[in-house]
C-alpha cells in the first residue's frame, strides 16, 4: 500500500475530468448515507444531537449519540488507511505491557490493540462511557477528564496514544507533562490530530469555497477559547517542552471526496463524503452556535454549504491529518 504524506501532491483521477456534471452522484458514486453514576450519563439534547455535559457542557463539542458513534468507527477505518493498515507509528516493539488510550471514543482503537498485543493491558479514558461492555480481558475503559489531575502512577506505561483531541484540549503542555510523568522511560507517546486549514494543490478551491469556510469558521472558534489548531511546528513543540526526545512529525493527506487517482485516497475521500452531512455538522454546530454566536439557521447553513462544496467534483480539497511520535529519555 503506498503512502501519502505531504510532500506529494495527490493527483487528481482523469475519469472525473471528462464529465459535464460537478457533482460525484452524477458520475456513478453512492454518497448517501461498566457500572456507573447517573450523573456520568447525563447528557444534554441540542440541535437533535446528544452531548456531553458532566465535565462541562464546552468540554467535548462533539456530539456523543449513536450517529457519532457510528462515524467516529467509520474515521477510525479511515486513519488506518492512511497509515497503511497500521494502528501506530511509534516503534513500540512486540511486547508492549501497559498501553493508554486517552480520549479512546468508541474506545475501537483500545480494542484493537489490545486484540493485537494479547498480553498488554489496554486501558481508554473518556470523558463519556460510550464504549462497549463486551471487550478483550485485558482491555478496560475510564471515564476521566485528561486535562484534570492524572492518577495513574509515574512511569507506568510503555505507549500513551491520543487522536482526535485538538477541539477538546485547552492546556496542551500541561497534558504533555503529565503523559510524560506517566511513561516509561524508553516508552513512547503518540499524537494524532486533524488540521483545521483546507488545501488544494491544483487551484481548484475558490476563495468562497463552501469547505474552506467552514475551516476558518472552526478555526476562529476553537482559536476564541483558547484551543489552538494543531500544526506540526505546535505538535513538535509541546512534544519537546514536556521533555520527550526522538521528535518524528508526520503529515498525511485526507482527500474530503474521491477525486484522487490512487485508490487508497479515493476510498479515503469517498467514505469522507459518505459521512459529510453529518460529519460538517457533528465538527461545527456546537462551536459556531456556542462560541461564535451564530443561530441554528445560520451554522446548518455553514455545514451544508460545506458538505455540498465536498460534492463538487471539479473542487479538489483536502485537510492534513498530523501525526507526531516522541520517546521519554531512558534517563
Known sequence: MASHSKSKSIEVDPALENQDLDDYASSGYDTSTASLTSSVNEYILENGRRYHVYYGEDKNLHPIDETEQDRLDFHHEIFLWLLNGELHQAPIGDN????????????????????????????????????????????????????????????????????????????????????????????????????????????????????????????????????????????????????????????????????????????????????GEVGYQAYGMAPFTR???????????VCTKAYRSSRNKNSHIYVYYYVAHARKPLK
Open 96 to 275: 508492549p505491557q501497559r498501553i493508554l488510550d486517552v480520549g479512546t471514543g468508541t474506545g475501537i482503537w483500545a480494542i484493537d490493540m489490545a486484540d493485537k498485543h494479547p498480553n498488554a493491558e489496554v486501558i481508554g479514558t473518556d470523558l463519556s462511557p460510550i464504549q462497549p461492555r463486551w471487550v478483550p480481558p485485558n482491555c478496560r475503559f475510564e471515564v476521566d477528564d485528561a486535562e484534570l489531575e492524572w492518577t495513574f502512577e509515574a512511569n507506568s506505561f510503555d505507549f500513551i496514544h491520543m487522536r482526535n483531541l485538538a477541539q477538546g484540549v485547552t492546556n496542551w503542555p500541561e497534558l504533555l507533562v503529565q503523559a510524560y510523568h506517566c511513561t516509561k522511560p524508553g516508552g513512547y507517546i503518540e499524537l494524532g490530530e486533524l488540521g483545521l486549514v483546507a488545501y488544494s494543490d491544483d487551484g481548484s478551491m475558490q476563495e468562497n469555497d463552501g469547505v474552506k469556510r467552514y475551516m476558518d469558521y472552526l478555526r476562529q472558534a476553537m482559536q476564541t477559547i483558547g484551543r489552538l489548531a494543531i500544526t506540526e511546528e505546535l505538535l513538535e513543540t509541546n512534544l519537546r517542552n514536556a521533555g520527550f526526545e526522538d521528535v518524528h512529525v508526520q503529515a498525511y493527506k485526507q482527500p474530503v471526496a474521491p477525486w484522487p487517482k490512487d485508490p487508497t485516497l479515493k476510498r479515503v475521500g469517498a467514505v469522507i463524503l459518505m459521512g
Open 291 to 301: 462560541i461564535l454566536g451564530m443561530t441554528v439557521e445560520e451554522a446548518t447553513a
